[in-house]
């Protein structure tokens, strides 16, 4: 059965969402990556983090899970996606003031922002677009949009580009298979949990339109180095260290890009959120939301 969430309408679109924790306490924003639907955030990673005091909101962004979609807007084969050749339905300035909109109709002034992988490239667009509403910045798993940095290895990169699954069982193959690609090296993969979360993700909202659209505006982004080297916000980059997806080398540059920003690389962390490190990840996050 799929449970539906609370819903705003924000800047034009319905966007989904759910809470964790104190609406009082100091509000924590996360922000999925490409496809990934607001459940990629692990509900009892959410729960911990607001147990540590916080008021978590986890959201889909536009064009997967339960907000809008797009789809009066033509979706492109994924060759002329890479290419460059498809022009971008919206940009991350787009889901960022999507992002603001959420906070606007919540009635919260400023969050502690986070984002993984393409969330964490919204999320820096966020703070460059909507500083005061940023009390921090977290940036996992991303980049600074420079073509120079961050780039995947040719085997993650196609595995990225494989055919989208039409049936459920292809989906969920499809989903393993990706997640044996890029997962962490020094924490193996649980096949057995990773097709639950697939399954769950499917049998919620199956949306590969979306996901094309979403990776249009990935490939049309700017390079924020030098607006981020503008940035008056308290930092945090997250990377692993045998993330094939995003190279270390796309947070080195975002943490290099942004005055005073902290820099962990996870030994052994690939392009995931392994479930061994999540108390570490949490512990992460508290600290830097109490320094800010």
């Known amino acids: 059965m799929v449970t539906t969430m609370p819903s705003v309408h924000a800047n034009g679109l319905t966007i ?5 924790g104190d609406a ?27 147990d540590r005091g916080h008021h978590v909101i986890r959201f889909d962004n536009r064009d997967v899970g339960r907000s809008t979609w797009l789809d009066d807007v033509a979706i492109h084969d994924v060759s002329d996606i890479i290419a460059g050749l498809a022009a971008p339905a919206y940009t991350f300035a787009d889901m960022a003031s999507d992002v603001a909109g959420l906070l606007n109709v919540l009635g919260i002034s400023s969050a502690h922002i986070v ?3 393409m969330g964490g490239m919204i999320a820096q667009t966020f703070a460059i677009h909507h500083p005061a509403k940023t009390r921090t910045l977290t940036s996992i798993m991303s980049t600074t949009g420079n073509p120079a940095v961050g780039q995947p290895t040719p085997e993650a990169l196609e595995a990225l580009l494989h055919p989208a699954p039409t049936t459920r069982e292809e989906a969920i193959e499809s989903g393993v298979r990706f997640s044996r690609v890029i997962s962490s090296p020094g924490y193996p993969l ?10 769950a993700e499917y049998d919620r909202a199956f949306h590969p339109a979306g996901v094309l659209r979403q990776g249009v505006a ?7 180095t030098k ?3 503008l940035l008056d916000v308290p930092t945090l980059v ?20 942004v005055p005073g920003a902290r820099l962990i690389v996870v030994p052994g962390m690939g392009h ?7 108390t570490q990840f949490i512990d992460m996050l508290a600290t830097h939301f109490t320094r800010a």
């Not at 989904?16 to 964790?20: A, I, K, P």
């Not at 922000?31 to 509900?43: E, K, N």
């Not at 649980?190 to 399954?199: H, L």
């Not at 997250?238 to 890009?257: E, F, K, R, Y």
């Open 16 to 20: 989904e969402y759910e809470t964790f």
């Open 24 to 50: 009082s306490s100091p509000a924590v924003l996360l922000i999925m990556g490409l496809g990934g639907q607001m459940i990629a955030w692990d509900s009892g990673f959410c729960q911990a983090i607001a």
């Open 115 to 117: 984002g993984a992988s």
């Open 190 to 199: 649980d096949e057995a949990r990773c097709r639950e979360d697939v399954a």
């Open 218 to 224: 990935l490939v049309h982004q700017p390079d924020r």
């Open 227 to 229: 607006a981020l080297g």
């Open 238 to 257: 997250i990377h692993g260290a045998d993330d094939p997806l995003v190279n270390l080398s796309g947070g080195q540059a975002t943490a290099a890009a």
């Open 272 to 278: 995931d959120l392994p479930y061994a490190l999540q």
